[in-house]
C-alpha cells in the first residue's frame, strides 16, 4: 500500500521539493501549510511536476483540533514537520513569536501523533544548532554553543524536546535533519524559493539583484577568510530532499532511535564567490556593495555529512552551480 506522509510546511521551500521527490519515491504527500509565508502557487508548482493532484489543507499547525483532523482523515505513515518561522533576522525582533509558533506547533504534532499512534518523525532543524562552532567541519558530536538567534534556540529546543519524547516513548522514531544552507530550485522551474516580503537568505536577494530589483549588500569583507567574506555550506534543495527520503525510509526501519544527520555538501563557498560564480553560470550581472557584518552571523560553518551518507545512504550529487543555475531558472519566470 502507498504510504501516507504528512508534510507540515509542505508549500514551502524545502517542503515543496521534499513533496515531489517523496512523489517520485512511490510515498504519497498529504500536505498541510497555513500559507503564512508561501502561497497557492507552489502547491500548484508541485501539481505541474508529479502531474496529480494534490492533498492539501491550508491549516495552521498551531491548532490542535486542525491536525488532529488529518490524522482522522487519513492514515499517516510516518510525518516530517518543517512548519515553522525561519527568519533569523526577524527572531531577534519578535522573539516571542517564534518561540510561541515554532515550539507551539511542534508541542502540537507530538501530541496528534501520539494520539494517533504514529511513530515516525522526520524534524526540519538547522546548522544553526551549533551556533560558532570551533572547529570545521561539524559532525554531529560537535557541542551546541549558544544559539546565535531565537531561531536558532527554537531549533536547539526543538531538538531536546523530540529526544525527550523519544526516551518516553519507546517505540519513536525520529531523524532531526540539521540542514546548512539550502539553495537552488526544482529543475523545471515550477517550484523555488519564493519567500512573500523583503527575503533574508542570500540566494534570493541575488535573483532579485540579478533582475535590476535592489544592490546587493555583502555583509562583511574583514573576516579571516580567503576573500574576507563569510564561508557557508551550501546545499541543493533537491538533495536535500531527497534526503528526507532516505530519512524516512530509515525512520521506517527503526523502534525507538531518535539521531541527527547532517546535511551538507562538505565543502564551503564564501559569498563572493557565490556572487561571482552566478554571475559567470547565468550570465547575469549582480550589482553589489559592502555593508557592515550583519549582526548573529557566524563567520564560517560546514558539515561534515559522513553520517548521513553511511547510516541513510544518501550524499548530494549536484554542485553549487547546478544550484545558482537551477535558482535563477526559477526565479526569471
Ligand atoms: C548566507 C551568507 C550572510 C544576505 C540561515 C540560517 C540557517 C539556514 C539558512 C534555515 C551569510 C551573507 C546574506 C545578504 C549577505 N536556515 N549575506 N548579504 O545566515 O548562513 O543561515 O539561513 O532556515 O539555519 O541560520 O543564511 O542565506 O542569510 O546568509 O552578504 O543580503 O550570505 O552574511 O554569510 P545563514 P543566509
Redesign the pocket.
Same mark, same amino acid.
Given at each position: 500500500m502507498e504510504k501516507n506522509i504528512l508534510i507540515t510546511g509542505g508549500a514551502g521551500f524545502i517542503g515543496s521539493h521534499t513533496a515531489v521527490a517523496l512523489h517520485q519515491a512511490g510515498l504519497k504527500p498529504i500536505i498541510v501549510d497555513n500559507l503564512s509565508n508561501t502561497s497557492m502557487e507552489m502547491v500548484h508548482g508541485i501539481e505541474n511536476i508529479i502531474q496529480e493532484k494534490l492533498v492539501f489543507h491550508p491549516y495552521d499547525c498551531c491548532n490542535k483540533e486542525q491536525v488532529k483532523s488529518i490524522f482522522e482523515q487519513y492514515p499517516i505513515h510516518g510525518v516530517i514537520h518543517f512548519a515553522a518561522f !525561519?527568519s533569523?533576522a526577524e527572531s531577534v525582533l519578535e522573539p516571542q513569536k517564534y518561540m510561541k509558533n515554532n515550539m507551539g506547533s511542534l508541542e502540537v504534532m507530538l501530541e496528534c501523533m501520539k494520539d494517533a499512534g504514529v511513530n515516525n518523525l522526520v524534524f526540519s532543524s538547522?546548522? #544553526?544548532v551549533y551556533g560558532e562552532p570551533d572547529d570545521n567541519p561539524v559532525t554531529e558530536d560537535t557541542p551546541f554553543k549558544k544559539a546565535?538567534?531565537p531561531?536558532?534556540e527554537t !531549533?536547539q529546543l526543538g531538538e531536546d524536546c523530540i529526544q525527550s519524547y523519544c526516551t518516553e516513548n519507546i517505540h519513536f522514531n525520529a531523524a532531526l535533519l540539521r540542514? @546548512? +544552507?539550502?539553495i537552488g530550485a526544482h529543475p523545471s522551474g515550477n517550484i523555488g524559493e519564493l519567500p512573500l516580503g523583503i527575503p +533574508? +537568505? =542570500?540566494?534570493p =536577494?541575488v535573483n532579485q539583484a540579478a533582475k535590476g530589483e535592489r544592490v =546587493? !549588500?555583502? @555583509?562583511?569583507k574583514d573576516y579571516n577568510t580567503p576573500d574576507g #567574506?563569510?564561508l557557508?555550506d551550501y546545499i541543493h534543495v533537491m538533495d536535500l530532499a531527497e534526503a528526507h527520503v532516505a530519512a524516512l525510509r530509515w525512520v521506517f526501519g527503526q523502534n525507538g532511535t531518535c539521531q541527527a544527520f547532517n546535511l551538507g555538501q562538505g565543502k564551503v563557498d564564501s559569498?563572493l564567490s557565490?556572487i561571482q560564480n552566478f554571475e559567470s553560470i547565468n550570465g547575469v550581472a549582480i550589482p553589489y556593495e559592502w555593508?557592515e557584518r550583519?549582526p548573529g552571523?557566524?563567520e564560517q560553518i560546514w558539515a561534515n555529512a559522513s553520517k548521513a551518507k553511511n547510516i541513510l545512504g544518501w550524499e548530494t550529487k549536484r554542485s553549487t552551480s547546478d544550484a545558482l543555475r537551477d535558482s535563477w531558472n526559477f526565479a526569471k519566470k
Open positions: !525561519k533569523v538547522s546548522a #544553526t546565535a538567534s531561531y536558532g !531549533k540542514y @546548512f +544552507n539550502p +533574508n +537568505n =542570500l540566494l =536577494l =546587493l !549588500k555583502i @555583509f562583511g #567574506t563569510c557557508r559569498v557565490i555593508s550583519r552571523d557566524v
